[in-house]
């Protein structure tokens, strides 16, 4: 019983991190260091209570190569530093299993979140409401910085729950 409860600790624990990274993306565009890095410890504590066997080998090789594309992105400025971690220290809770399913729900929130604020951005400049299609001379909309801390905390909060079952 007690084991139960440690490994049911941990993935609160893992969901709660996720959460205050998404609040911190939102609120200032940084995912301070300290919660991948949190999320990344908390996970071997994870591994040793779960009574179900899990791939950590698995989860280490997807983790690292989450990581390399992650700073691949960020090094073509197509990502920020602080989504590259998390997504990377997110991995190793999603693993091999789990990795297609994060993958898409991410990609999705993350379409959500752009359409959201493209079209905020549209009602916002459009002198009326039959203009917010027409484009006009603006800035770039592309280059303006995303919370994809959000969708990255979202797709894991997806993981939390099926490991929670």
Request: charged content about 10%; some cysteine.
């Amino acid at each position: 019983m007690q084991s139960g409860v440690i490994w049911q600790s941990t993935v609160v624990c893992f969901s709660i991190l996720l959460v205050w990274a998404a609040y911190s993306d939102i609120k200032s565009f940084t995912i301070p260091n300290k919660l991948p890095v949190s999320i990344a410890l908390l996970y071997p504590a994870y591994v040793i209570g779960t009574p179900m066997p899990v791939d950590w080998l698995g989860a280490l090789v997807v983790a690292t190569v989450v990581l390399l594309i992650g700073f691949g992105l960020f090094a073509c400025k197509a990502f920020g530093g602080g989504d590259a971690k998390l997504m990377a220290a997110t991995s190793l809770w999603v693993g091999p299993t789990l990795l297609f399913d994060y993958v898409f729900i991410t990609a999705l929130a993350g379409g959500v979140i752009a359409g959201a604020m493209w079209l905020q951005h549209r009602l916002s400049r459009a002198v009326s409401l039959s203009h917010v299609l027409v484009t006009s001379d603006e800035e770039d909309f592309g280059k303006r910085p995303m919370p994809y801390g959000v969708a990255l905390a979202l797709g894991g909060l997806y993981v939390a729950f099926t490991i929670l079952g």
